[in-house]
């Protein structure tokens, strides 16, 4: 049986073949943000990874729409494996804000599905780190959570040569729309600025002409679009964030342009996404304000400004390997307790235990085996001592590294856990 296209096998390392993915690498980067997290003071949260389609359908606009992994459930419901956390979050906050103070800090790390075309940075499953500001206007919270994505890529050992991030505004966006759009009264309406949002989202990777003639259909010409994104004036809400920024010493690592815009269709004010410097990669995360999202989803109920960004892991493992700053996995045990003599086994097996009490990590042998076995398994693991009872009784510790040897003239955890230190 094989797996599904677009889905990950994860094996601890040593990796036995390259077309699967290192559960080991998964847990360093899982730790790198939430630790990152810990240090915004972002309290962690999570929700079901089946929810109502009804929850996407609305909210998220067309693209992600198409990608959803939907089904009727035996209780003949309408339901979608979450494409994305967002709505469940503000789905979520809605229904119990009154609970948290404001601005609520929260982050996530939701396994996701998309039915996607399985290309290079694009699976149908992925893992991604989200962190959300709730129930602040302030471009101060944006920065904040700038800062945050910054300083998230910057734990991996990436530095502003490795990554920029690319500043936009749907505001700028919306009111280029409306002017253009009165001043020429050209054929685009308020209804179809969404489309023309999308068209300026896929500008990048769209053939000239094919988005010149999208625009022209709304009214607008690829020149004058382009010379907007090249002007890159940012506005006040951007110059704010970008001075907020550069306070804190970040401000190499900002930059406005305007071809960003972001797909999905509820975002209302600043949006931004982070890329590799060389261009080499897809979008290694994006975010920005959805002010609109939580009262939407709560039917007018609860109204509370929003904003944050989502990083996938694949995108992040594709850089941080081809920059060479992957640790090395290897599991390394302590200590592996040598049983050459069978009469050894239960003292060994309370030795092993009492070590493992005090937080060690230890391997024996499970049953009998030869000695050079024994001792080669001792090597595979990486441990750094083997341990072995002697008769008087003792125990003997042997530095695999150094290859010193020790004995302690009891069977005492305590004085093996002194020299395992
Ligand atoms: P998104 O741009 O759709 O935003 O996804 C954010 C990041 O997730 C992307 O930049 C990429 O790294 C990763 N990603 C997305 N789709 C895939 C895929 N098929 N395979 C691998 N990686 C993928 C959102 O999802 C928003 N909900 C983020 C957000 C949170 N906005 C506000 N709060």
């Known amino acids: 049986m094989e797996r599904l296209p677009g889905f990950r096998d994860f094996y601890p390392e040593p990796l036995p073949k390259s077309d699967v993915w290192s559960a080991d690498a998964r847990q360093y980067i899982f730790a790198k943000w939430r630790e990152t997290a810990r240090r915004y003071g972002f309290r962690e949260y999570d929700g079901p990874p089946v929810e109502p389609l009804e929850l996407f359908t609305t909210k998220s606009g067309g693209e992600i729409v198409g990608q959803l992994y939907n089904f009727r459930d035996k209780g003949d419901r309408e339901v979608a494996l979450r494409p994305e956390m967002t709505p469940s979050l503000a789905r979520m906050v809605a229904a119990h804000e009154r609970n948290y103070k404001k601005p609520i800090k929260w982050f996530a790390i939701p396994q996701l599905f998309r039915y996607e075309r399985q290309q290079k940075g694009r699976l149908r499953e992925h893992f991604q780190f989200n962190a959300d500001i709730i129930g602040e206007t302030d471009p101060a919270a944006d920065a904040e959570l700038i800062a945050l994505l910054i300083d998230t890529l910057r734990s991996f050992g990436l530095t502003a040569q490795d990554f920029c991030i690319r500043l936009s505004s749907r505001n700028a966006w919306h009111e280029f729309y409306e002017r253009r759009r009165q001043g020429a009264n050209a054929g685009g309406n308020g209804e179809r600025e969404y489309e023309f949002f999308q068209i300026i989202d896929k500008l990048e990777r769209t053939p000239a002409d094919e988005s010149a003639r999208k625009l022209a259909e709304l009214g607008f010409s690829l020149d004058e679009v382009n010379q907007f994104i090249a002007g890159g004036d940012p506005t006040a809400e951007l110059k704010s964030i970008l001075d907020n920024l550069a306070a804190r010493g970040l401000g190499g690592f900002a930059t406005v342009d305007y071809h960003v815009i972001r797909g999905l269709a509820y975002y209302t004010g600043v949006v931004f996404e982070a890329f590799d410097r060389k261009g080499e990669f897809r979008a290694i995360a994006g975010g920005g304000r959805y002010d609109n999202l939580v009262k939407l989803i709560s039917g007018g109920k609860v109204n509370l400004a929003s904003l944050g960004f989502g990083m996938g892991d694949v995108v992040l493992l594709e850089l941080l390997t081809a920059r060479g700053l992957l640790p090395k996995f290897d599991g ?34 499970l049953t009998p085996a030869k000695a050079d076995k024994q001792f080669k398994r001792a090597q595979e693991l990486k441990a750094a001592f083997t341990l072995r009872l002697e008769t008087g009784p003792a125990v003997r510790v042997r530095n695999l590294k150094t290859r010193e040897e020790k004995v302690v003239a009891a069977v005492d955890a305590g004085a093996v856990a002194r020299l395992l230190k």
């Not at 049983?339 to 024996?364: C, T, W």
């Open 332 to 365: 390394g045990l302590n200590a592996f307790v040598l049983i050459e003599d069978e009469n050894q086994r239960m003292p060994s097996l309370k030795l092993a235990h009492d070590l493992r009490a005090a937080g060690f990590s230890v391997e024996y042998p």
